[in-house]
């Protein structure tokens, strides 16, 4: 373990001096040791470094260090092998300029918007007079105050889900980054309204940080900023669904004016009360209209007239129909006189007889049967069995 441990220190003995940016997280004088400790955090990332320096270099003239101050120094690595530590020896500190500081918040802008998180595309629309507001801001700030009066003073029935917190100061990105989070995973929130008051660039520092602009893009909750003064814009301005000028446009932003709401109902009812007296005058006078026809008006004058047209049909239908039936009975009377008139029984009543074999065939001619056989003659008082006797006949004409 030794062995590793001074190679390690070894190896980071050999890099030299380094220079490193960042934002002062703690500062540590104790006394009048002549040795500060401070700690150096990466605004963009959850990492701190410690860092020692001589006091003549953190009191160096027209050198304000204090916490949440934005630093360039120039240090050693050590590598403390008893503790297994690192840390940074500082030879030089000096404060990030204002130029700096906007020329590195213009280099994390080009970052995300070329991931994409700016596009309007990812714009959420606002909900209608939400139930519940999260509002993320200073406690007893003007900031607050501002969005709860105005909006209560618009929509009383609105509620909100407080969350207070730092919004200046090396720990402000963080404890907004909580709250946001907090009320994120609160179903009942509807909208967050991230709210702050006027300042300078660097008071301002950490609505511009990224990890802030990061878990706002995350949010599923509808984002509204209004952080410090209608000329501030920060980049969480960028990625938020919308930019309030001021904590009081939030408030005008988020919920509807009731009064206007109300006038809003208003005129929507007046205007559907006119549009249906309009169509029910225009139903009556078509419905006037139509029971002034005549069909409407007597109805039984159609009737009476449609009831001679049948009593004349009914009468003109009888007399058809009669006048076919005795017709009919008229032809009945004479097919019925010519069939009797060639029925073979009208033939039998005038005398005549029909001559037919055993097995019913008719004989035509008397060739056709032989002597003895025996035939039946049908005469109209019925049939007589007789038997053929071709003798001669003797002259008184007997057989």
Not at 233 to 243: G, N, S, Y
Request: proline share 5%; aromatic share 4%; net charge positive.
């Amino acid at each position: 373990m030794r062995t590793v441990a001074r190679k390690v220190a070894e190896w980071i003995g050999r890099l030299g001096e380094v220079w490193v940016e960042g934002q002062v997280a703690q500062l540590s004088r104790r006394g009048n040791a002549a040795t500060v400790f401070l700690t150096l955090r990466d605004p963009a990332a959850d990492l701190s470094v410690p860092v020692t320096c001589h006091r003549d270099v953190a009191d160096r003239p027209g050198l304000e260090l204090t916490e949440g101050a934005r630093v360039i120094v120039r240090a050693r690595p050590d590598y403390y092998v008893a503790r297994g530590s690192f840390s940074l020896r500082a030879t030089e500190i000096r404060a990030v300029g204002l130029g700096e500081l906007l020329a590195r918040i213009e280099r994390i802008r080009r970052l995300l918007a070329a991931e994409g998180l700016f596009d309007a595309a990812r714009k959420r629309p606002l909900p209608f007079a939400p139930a519940v507001v999260g509002v993320i801001t200073g406690r007893d700030s003007a900031a607050e105050r501002d969005v709860l009066v105005t909006a209560r003073r618009r929509w009383p029935a609105v509620r909100f889900a407080m969350h207070n917190c730092a919004v200046q100061g090396p720990t402000a990105a963080e404890s907004v980054i909580a709250g946001l989070q907090r009320l994120d995973a609160d179903p009942t929130v509807q909208v967050i309204v991230i709210a702050r008051g006027g300042g300078s660039v660097e008071d301002l520092l950490p609505f511009s940080d990224e990890g802030l602009v990061r878990a706002i893009a995350a949010s599923r909750t509808p984002v509204v900023t209004a952080v410090g003064h209608e000329t501030d814009t920060t980049l969480v301005d960028h990625v938020a669904d919308v930019r309030a000028a001021t904590p009081t446009d939030a408030a005008h932003r988020v919920v509807p004016e009731i009064g206007e709401q109300t006038r809003l109902v208003e005129g929507l009812r007046a205007r559907a009360r006119h549009l249906l007296g309009s169509r029910l005058d225009q139903q009556e006078r078509w419905l006037e209209s139509v029971r002034s026809r005549p069909v409407l008006a007597d109805p039984q004058r159609l009737l009476a007239g449609r009831a001679d047209d049948v009593t004349a049909l009914r009468t003109r239908a009888t007399r058809t129909l009669t006048h076919r039936v005795e017709g009919a009975e008229r032809d009945l009377v004479h097919a019925r006189a010519r069939v009797a008139a060639l029925s073979p029984a009208a033939t039998l009543d005038r005398g005549y007889a029909v001559v037919q074999r055993a097995d019913g065939t008719l004989v035509r001619d008397p060739a056709e049967v032989d002597d003895g056989e025996r035939l039946q003659v049908r005469v109209a008082g019925g049939r007589l069995p007789v038997r053929v006797d071709r003798t001669p006949a003797g002259e008184d004409g007997q057989p």
